[in-house]
């Protein structure tokens, strides 16, 4: 190991004997400048071609430098323990444009078969091992405003002659079915936010806010991203005599949490061939409308899509259109008394009444979907 004063290099220290807790070997010098590279300490280990192992359960290290912190059962709360760390110190500023850390892994010229210029690695194989994290961050400063700038940063651009910093495949590279997580707003628990599932597709750990937008087509114009809150085919008619419920949805409290935010309802039925009458009623939470009022339905499929937006806070207008396949006929029109509390959950259902003739399954609700629509 060598030494230096403010001249340079001097020669070269022998430590002899053994180190113990408590001893040191401290390279001191005056400030240094010029071009020269300096360090306090400097090794180096060449390796041979033949070096090392080729066994696979009997691997061996070789390091330029090694450090190996030992011990069991610490009981102590309040120490900074390490292999090996690397500070720096440099205070007020630094007009030097590469790099400034704590500690640099560097991958030398063409040496192409490095895994990383930074490995974290799994060791000991006699027993399960449980680290926290392969890469980890903590802060020991008590002043508020102190923080990084970036978690990880893995942007660079190009400085003097050198390139930017680019990726051949990928910036960043997880398992299949590994989550991305984040923290919730209370900090008490992690939350998965999204992977790429086992069928190579993006899946959604939670929803996504409302105000997320995707790009519509080339344009400048953004669309609201959209969705099936519900969808329903296990089919339900009529029984007997009277108003009966058929397909019902309990739209959640704040759905409709900002004005123009709405849903649209698209539900499908059949009538008995038995040429009687039927009245079919849209219940939108306490308001009403009936879509078929003792109507002559003879074997008609009828499909009804129905559309309501929130104008102002327990505000809402809607409209409906409705096809009839015995008549193959079209209509539509307003929907009446809409002026639900939107902080508390709507019921939406469809009834259905055999009117002329009491029969079950005189009117059959097929299907509902309902979709959010901004």
Known sequence: MGWATGSGWQG???VPGTLTVGDSVVVSSATQSGSAAFQAGNFDFNVGAAYGSSTATAPVYGAGVMGNIIGSALTATQNILAGVIGKYDVTTSNASVLGKAGVIGQVGNQANSADAAVLALLGGDTGTTTPGAAFG?????STAASQFGFGLDLYRAAVGSYQPVAYSTAAIRVPNAAWIMGRNAADSANVNMFRIDTSNLIAAGVALNASTTVAGGSGTGTATLVGVLSAN????????????????YSLPA???GANNKGIRITAWFSTAGDNETKTLTFYFGTGSTVMYSASALNNAPLMITIIILRTASNDQVGFYNRYNGQTDAYSGGTLEALAETDTAAINIRFTGTAVSNPADNAIVQRG????MLN
Not at 233 to 248: H, I, K, P, Q, Y
Request: without cysteine; negative net charge; proline residues 0%.
């Open 368 to 371: 509902m979907v309902v979709e």
């Open 137 to 141: 961050v903590m802060s020991m400063n």
């Open 233 to 248: 085919t296990t089919a339900v008619g009529n029984v007997g005599s009277g108003e009966d419920d058929l397909m019902s």
């Open 12 to 14: 070269t220290a022998v």
């Open 254 to 256: 704040n759905t409709l």
